[in-house]
């Protein structure tokens, strides 16, 4: 068949060869004097970043900054005119940070301490910065350009070369797909596409997904396919993702880099349990409906769980962590399924506009650099340990969680490079909804509760904008109207004389008045496309990166996460242990406190169990109970109807 591929999928490799990933799109030789220093970036001799000269100027400078107020700040139009950035359409207004042009230059100075231009280019040469695990960082080689192909090498392995192999065999299968080249096992196309991930490999897709799903060209690539994301180990989940698909018509794809992790695989068992009720168990079920994205040492257990790995596999690498792996086959499989390869591939091209102004600008106009160093200030000297996100669009719904896994996955950390435990404050606490939802929920602590800088995300043009007659605005002026305003009203507060000259009565002045002085950045782009959001993503993985450069600790492992799920193993044994004997002897784990309400949870579901014994057909049968048995299996029209609908 014309989709499959070929048996050589290998890349060639080389020996000793090396080049400067000092952009994406722009590389140059690198020098052996420059290779060893980059090498040296992450081993010399350490001191704690607080106990730098450039840090406790910033601490003195911070008394000053404390005296002042944006209101004030704000009237400075020279100091105003200064601060913002532009790049490739994405304007971003600072202004409204408790900072000056002497705070600033500080800042930069204390990037040039830090070496961030070294570790910056560090990064993108594919030194292994991930300094605890050993390994490169390279999620922007996954949109790095075809024509950079033989400039990255990682441990004498061609890595663009890799990424656009593997591109190009997503294109293949995801196209052949699409245009019914590639069927079902019973012959029937497949429209529905459900991905089975956790963290990174779900977040970050459906925040694409989201971003899409609504924009012009999406909508008509979308046409008679539907996408769902199952992701929680809570069988609910499963329910509501398997709801009303036909499983003849449901190409699965399984995304864990290990293929190990837990919930994925329980999740990934269960959907292929839920191929074989309707199908039979013939192995050709799942080598025809099922597709793995991990690395290619777990290739193994893709075999073993009975997937074609010379079709349906799809590998990426461990230089690519989990919540930076949006481009990266995680991302571009499911993508491209739904809204074809080619609307995927503009995503990464703006992805690679943003990745190659953070390798050259100057910082002075760097755009993630600006921001990470602000984070910085905020944080760390002012004091600011949360942080939201607001975009004013729709559309950008799942952004907020992404970033809250991109941040604080990456700088919730306390140890340096150097095994020190820092003494300053670092890792944000990160959340945000759009706007105007956001100001009907939480805004009232934004502007009377503690302080919380925020980043407001607008566009110029609406992906669909609404202007009724008799209307005096359009919907997205309306919208907009409210992204103007809230940084102002943040900034400036409200006075008690202000209020007294409205005529506000005395006794209700203390409950009106705003303090304000509470930082945000303004970022404006043209409108919400699959190029702007590449952008987006790529700004906001840079403004994480340059923190933890900033801070010296590791932005790139999460061993954060490994102590839960090995708890949650020794949990699940003894859960185990319980069940096979008849749940009639105590769970004893050392913990009074663990075995107190481990024990009360497994007396009450079992009298649970036992009273819808006769109800249910037992374990295993989730998906009958909501497809046949319910009456409305199979659908009996496969064309979602989208091209009925009115935006």
């Known amino acids: 068949m014309g989709w499959m591929r070929s048996s050589n999928d290998i890349i060639e490799t080389k020996g000793e060869c090396s080049n400067d990933y000092s952009a994406v799109g722009q590389h140059q030789p690198r020098s052996q004097g420059l290779k060893q220093k980059v090498s040296k970036l992450f081993s010399q001799d350490f001191q704690l970043v607080s106990s730098t000269k450039e840090w406790k100027e910033l601490l003195e400078h911070r008394d000053f900054i404390q005296s002042t107020h944006l209101r004030d700040l704000l009237k400075d139009k020279e100091r ?111 429209r529905n596409i459900v991905s089975v991930g956790i963290g990174g490999s779900y977040l970050g897709p459906e925040f694409l997904h989201e971003s899409l799903k609504t924009e012009p060209e999406g909508i008509n690539a979308a046409l008679g396919y539907s996408l769902r994301f199952l992701s929680n180990v809570d069988p609910v989940d499963v329910e509501r993702t398997c709801a009303n698909l036909d499983p003849e018509e449901t190409l699965i794809v399984i995304v864990s880099k290990t293929f190990t992790t837990s919930e994925t695989m329980l999740n990934a068992r269960t959907m292929r349990q839920w191929l074989w009720d309707f199908m039979g168990n013939d192995k050709e079920v799942v080598r025809r409906h099922i597709v793995a994205c991990a690395s290619i040492s777990s290739i193994e257990k893709v075999a073993d769980f009975g997937i074609d790995t010379k079709n349906y596999f799809f590998r990426f690498w461990d230089w690519v962590g989990g919540r930076y792996s949006v481009c990266s086959a995680a991302g571009a499989v499911p993508i491209s399924l739904l809204y074809g390869y080619d ?35 905020n944080m760390s000297f002012l004091g600011y340990n949360t942080r939201a996100t607001l975009p004013y669009g729709q559309a950008l719904l799942k952004l907020p969680a992404h970033i809250q896994q991109l941040d604080m996955e990456s700088n919730g950390k306390y140890m340096t490079r150097q095994n020190i435990e820092i003494d300053y404050p670092v890792g944000e606490v990160d959340f945000g909804e759009p706007g105007t939802n956001g100001q009907h929920s939480f805004y009232q602590l934004l502007h009377m509760g503690q302080t919380v800088p925020c980043d407001f995300i607008g566009f110029v043009q609406s992906q669909h904008d609404l202007c009724l007659d008799g209307e005096e605005l359009s919907s997205h002026d309306e919208l907009m109207a409210n992204f103007f305003a809230q940084p102002d009203a943040l900034a400036n507060g409200k006075t008690t004389e202000e209020l007294r000259l409205e005529g506000c009565p005395e006794g209700l002045i203390p409950h009106r008045s705003f303090k304000g002085n509470r930082p945000s950045n303004s970022m404006l782009l043209p409108k919400l496309t699959a190029y702007a959001t590449g952008q987006i993503l790529s700004l906001y993985e840079h403004r994480t990166a340059v923190q933890g450069f900033i801070w010296d600790i590791n932005s790139f492992d999460q061993y954060g996460v490994e102590l839960g799920k090995k708890l949650a193993i020794d949990v699940r044994n003894h859960l185990k242990k319980a069940r096979n004997n008849g749940c009639d002897k105590a769970i004893y784990t050392g913990s009074p406190a663990t075995d107190r309400i481990l024990n009360y949870y497994l007396q009450n579901n079992q009298k649970t169990l036992s009273n819808n014994a006769n109800k249910t057909n037992g374990f295993g049968n989730i998906s009958k109970r909501t497809q046949r048995d319910v009456g409305r299996f199979p659908p009996s029209d496969h064309n979602l109807g989208g091209q009925n609908g009115k935006l």
């Open 343 to 377: 609307l995927f591939e503009k995503f990464l091209q703006g992805a690679r506009s943003m990745d190659t102004h953070f390798f050259n600008a100057p910082f002075e106009s760097n755009i993630p650099v600006i921001l990470g160093l602000l984070g910085v200030w």
């Open 80 to 190: 105003c005119d200064a601060f913002f950035a532009e790049e490739d359409g994405v304007y971003v207004d600072y202004s409204r940070n408790r900072a000056t042009e002497a705070t600033m230059k500080l800042l930069f100075q204390l990037a040039e301490k830090q070496d961030l231009k070294g570790k910056i280019q560090a990064m993108a040469n594919g030194e292994k910065i991930n300094f605890t695990e050993k390994r490169a960082v390279l999620h922007t080689a996954c949109r790095a350009d075809r024509d950079q192909i033989g400039t990255v090498y990682v441990d004498d392995v061609d890595v663009i070369g890799e990424v656009h192999q593997v591109l190009d065999e997503i294109k293949t299968f995801t196209e052949g797909v699409r245009s019914g080249e590639i069927l079902g096992y019973t012959g029937k196309r497949l």
